[in-house]
T-cell receptor, first 118, second 112 residues
Framework: DTGVSQNPRHKITKRGQNVTFRCDPI?????LYWYRQTLGQGPEFLTY????????KSRLLSDRFSAERPKGSFSTLEIQRTEQGDSAMYLC????????????????FGAGTRLSVL | LAKTTQPISMDSYEGQEVNITCSHN???????ITWYQQFPSQGPRFIIQ???TKVTNEVASLFIPADRKSSTLSLPRVSLSDTAVYYC?????????????FGTGTRLQVTL
């Protein structure tokens, strides 16, 4: 399977604990995105990388959240001191950066990591 | 606050054509409009992408008017397996920058 891979698929943790999720993008894709999706809502953009550079962060990404993509391949999303409001599906997507401003940019999504904070 | 809005839900019979519209008044100038399908507990799955006018692929068509303030996903002959939530994804202009924004989602229910 050469699609976007996310691990773990499910994570249950107690409030106050730290959690880390991993995303492996499609191998030739240089852009990687993180989204959060709560029940009944559309995904909300958190951050994205082009290669190893984090180019944009949403205001949703509080100080407790940190994302890395150290070698421009896989990425990790860490949540420190989890709160019950962090319970959500965390989605990762990857794409090829558009060559020009008018180029296509199709994001392909993984299956997500569902986080439950008790 | 710039938003991307869609009808909450739609019902259709199998074999009918379904059209789902997304309103995105503040779409960024140079960005494409993308539509996704999502089943429960799965990530969004790409359906179609376009910039303006009409785009067609093997599963859907996408209609985009000249002002690009809305887009319409057309599913030609739906089947039961098309029951899912459909989202548009656009970059909304926030002044000097843009923000990737999913629509509010449309839950499509297909019945016999």
């Amino acid at each position: 399977d050469t699609g976007v891979s996310q691990n773990p698929r499910h994570k249950i943790t107690k409030r106050g604990q730290n959690v880390t999720f991993r995303c492996d993008p499609i191998s030739e894709h240089n852009r990687l995105y993180w989204y959060r999706q709560t029940l009944g809502q559309g995904p909300e953009f958190l951050t994205y990388f082009q290669n190893e550079a984090q180019l944009e962060k949403s205001r949703l990404l509080s100080d407790r959240f940190s994302a890395e993509r150290p070698k421009g391949s896989f990425s990790t999303l860490e949540i420190q001191r989890t709160e019950q409001g962090d319970s959500a599906m965390y989605l990762c997507a990857s794409s090829l950066a558009p060559v020009t401003l008018a180029s296509k940019n199709i994001q392909y999504f993984g299956a997500g990591t569902r986080l439950s904070v008790l | 606050l710039a938003k991307t809005t869609q009808p909450i839900s739609m019902d259709s019979y199998e074999g009918q054509e379904v059209n789902i519209t997304c309103s995105h008044n503040n779409i960024a100038t140079n960005d494409y409009i993308t539509w996704y399908q999502q089943f429960p507990s799965q990530g969004p799955r790409f359906i179609i992408q376009g910039y303006k006018t009409k785009v067609t692929n093997e599963v859907a068509s996408l209609f985009i008017p000249a002002d690009r303030k809305s887009s319409t996903l057309s599913l030609p002959r739906v089947s039961l397996s098309d029951t899912a939530v459909y989202y548009c994804l656009v970059a909304l202009s926030t002044g000097t920058a843009s923000k990737l924004t999913f629509g509010t989602g449309t839950r499509l229910q297909v019945t016999l």
